[in-house]
């Protein structure tokens, strides 16, 4: 998030949910919005498909049809242009591109905007009227807007309204997508993806590698070869760039990928088109598995390594808002379970033995960092301070001492930060990108004559291997409910009947229907909690080519009674 929680809370406006189903997913922030709504007056659009719980409480609901935001977003800056509601000092000062991004939004008037969206006009300029005169607007968002093909042009087309309307570095405004899990933003922030080191420093930036290299001992002086063809040569961090989730697994079959090191993940359950990952299992040479229960990946792993839950470790979780939150070990270690830290760094160890060995290099021992042999999770923390410029001042002893402490937060006596670019943009100005509306990758069509959407209920957790173990939850929610609307019901002869089949060009799977009209006729909604029958089984790989993220919001389906 650009801004904070209680920020958004206690100054918003207007609150402008798109794609997020925030009470049931984000239930303590939810909570907040609830309030500010019901006792401050701040008014709210919900723009989702689904008439999720939050919506009870909206000022105005948009259902569009599933994977046409940007036509909406576009929709609702043409109207803002149109009334003259934008704000011309923070597009002057602080944007660039203007010109060419408006000549993009042009074209697309109201009316165009309400047939590819089926959202009526008069909803469109009430809602374009409320975001551009209730000021500040925070827009939040979560895998509604991102699980498409579209999903980073859908995140620049955000960002476009926010710049437009001058919401951007001002409290109660900003860019708001709310991360999901409980550190996946930490886990990001430390280089958990496939082109950064930590900071989001690009691992292609020479600097950046030699000043990482040096710090681990991975950048020496060595000899390369063997007996007489021995040669000087220098060793250094590999400036490649790597592969995604969504890339290794069909890398399995094509050869690129041998081996898998997976640490807390449940692919079977959580990757789309589930009968492809288990043949890319399969075919894999070598699955270390590291994790806190069996899982359906589980029976695919060579090894499996006993990691530890959160009960049983200290560290931090870096939350949706940028803060570095201490949790400490509340109950001791169970059985042979270890550390995932200690884990990871033994095999590592071993890992650039190996290589330095194949290589004929060897590891600058006297290197600050290049032991990792630590004490605690707090010496690991200390490594991050000295190296993640965001995070050099994120020490244990300040949150142990109870500090609230949000990146940046470059220096010990730094307070954090609370809102991001109120000066000026990361790159300087802020860039406006002209998006065009394009269609999912799967439509509808005389096989497939309806739409699935995926996602979560609020009594589980993704592949269920946490959630489907506490027998409280099981009570309340114990097998799949497929969401179906009330005339589609009919329209299959449902009729007292409970069970129906889901086919869809990958899969099949039989679950209880719920006849709700919390989806609008022609539209599903499957969630992946219980192996049973996991909407996974039905979904597609067809990737956003830049962050490589499913379209896990829209699968082209047959709906038939069991
Ligand atoms: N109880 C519980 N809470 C969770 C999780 C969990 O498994 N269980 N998972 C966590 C994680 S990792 C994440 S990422 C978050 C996810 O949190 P959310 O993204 O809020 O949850 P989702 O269920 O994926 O669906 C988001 C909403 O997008 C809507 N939607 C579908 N298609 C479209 C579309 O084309 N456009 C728009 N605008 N909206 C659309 C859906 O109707 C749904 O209401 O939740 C986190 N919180
Ligand atoms: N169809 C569809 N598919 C989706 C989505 C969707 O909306 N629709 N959402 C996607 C999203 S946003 C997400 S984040 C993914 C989530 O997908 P996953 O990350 O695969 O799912 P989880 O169930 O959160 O976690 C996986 C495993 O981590 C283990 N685990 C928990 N804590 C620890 C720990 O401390 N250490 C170790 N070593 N293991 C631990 C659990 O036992 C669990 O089996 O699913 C994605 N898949
Ligand atoms: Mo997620």
């Known amino acids: 998030m650009s801004n904070s929680m209680d920020d958004v809370a206690k100054h918003a406006q207007t609150f402008f949910i798109i794609g997020s189903n925030t009470t049931e997913q984000h239930p303590v922030f939810g909570t907040m919005i609830r309030r500010a709504v019901k006792y401050r007056g701040a008014k709210l659009i919900v723009a989702d498909p689904r008439k999720i719980d939050i919506t009870e409480i909206a000022t105005l609901h948009l259902r569009q049809r599933p994977g046409t ?58 809602t374009a009227e409320i975001i551009a005169t209730s000021k500040p607007t925070a827009v939040i968002w979560a895998m509604g807007i991102t699980q498409h093909i579209v999903g980073v042009r859908n995140v ?57 290299g040096t710090a681990w001992g991975l950048k020496v002086e060595g000899l390369k070869g063997e007996g007489e063809n021995l040669q000087p040569a220098t060793f250094q961090l590999s400036n490649r760039i790597g592969m995604t989730v969504t890339e290794m697994m069909p890398g399995i079959l094509e050869g690129k990928t041998k081996l898998l090191y997976i640490l807390g993940e449940d692919p079977v ?26 899982s359906e990946t589980s029976v695919y792993a060579d090894v499996l390594l006993p ?91 300040r949150l142990e001492a109870g500090e609230r402490l949000q990146w940046p937060c470059p220096t010990k006596d730094h307070p954090g930060t609370p809102i991001l670019h109120t000066k000026q943009f990361t790159r300087g100005k802020g860039k406006f990108m002209p998006i065009d509306h394009i269609s999912p990758a799967e439509k509808p069509d005389d096989d497939y004559p309806m739409l699935m959407s ?5 009594y589980h957790w993704h ?67 219980f192996p049973a029958a996991s909407a996974n089984e039905l979904t597609h790989a067809a990737l956003d080519p830049t962050a490589k993220i499913p379209e896990y919001k829209i699968t082209a389906v047959k709906v038939e009674l069991a």
Not at 88 to 93: G, H, M, Q, V
Not at 272 to 288: G, V, W
Not at 454 to 458: A, E, H, L, S, Y
């Open 463 to 529: 592949g269920g291997q946490m959630t489907r173990r506490a027998k409280g939850i099981m009570e309340v929610y114990g097998e799949a409910l497929i969401e179906v609307n009330p005339d589609d019901a009919i329209k299959i002869g449902i009729n007292g009947k409970t069970h129906i089949r889901v086919t869809s060009r990958r899969g099949m799977i039989e679950a209880k229907a719920w006849v709700t009209d919390r989806v609008p006729p022609g539209m599903i909604y499957a969630n992946f909690h």
């Open 156 to 212: 620049m087309d955000l960002a476009n309204l926010q710049m437009l309307l001058g919401n951007m570095g001002v409290p109660g405004g900003g860019v708001n997508p709310l991360r999901g899990q409980n550190n996946v933003q930490g886990a990001c922030d430390m280089g958990g993806l496939p082109n950064v080191f930590p900071a989001y420093q690009p691992v292609t930036n020479p600097e950046v590698i030699e000043k990482y």
């Open 69 to 126: 935001d940007i036509a909406l977003i576009n929709g609702l800056m043409y109207i803002i242009l149109e009334k003259g509601w934008e704000d011309k000092t923070f597009i002057d000062e602080r944007c660039e591109n203007f010109d060419e991004f408006k000549a993009t939004v042009m074209e697309y008037p109201p009316e165009k905007v309400a047939e590819i969206t089926n959202i009526p006009v008069e909803q469109l300029y009430e």
């Open 307 to 397: 990691g530890v839950t959160f009960a049983e470790k200290t560290g931090t979780f870096t939350n949706t808002e940028r803060r570095v939150q201490i949790v400490r070990q509340a109950i001791p270690t169970q059985g042979d379970a270890r550390n995932d830290w200690w884990i990871t760094a033994e095999i590592a160890k071993r890992v650039l033995n190996i290589r330095m060995k194949d290589e004929g290099g060897r590891m600058n021992e006297n290197a600050p960092y290049a032991s990792w042999n630590y004490k605690d999770a707090s010496a690991i923390m200390d490594e991050i301070n000295a190296l993640v410029p965001s995070y050099g001042g994120v020490t244990h002893t």
């Open 269 to 294: 359950m959580s990757d789309p088109d589930t009968k492809h990952i288990r043949h890319c299992l399969e075919e894999l040479d070598f699955l270390l598995l590291q994790e806190i229960f069996p």
């Open 454 to 458: 995926t996602g979560r209920v609020i």
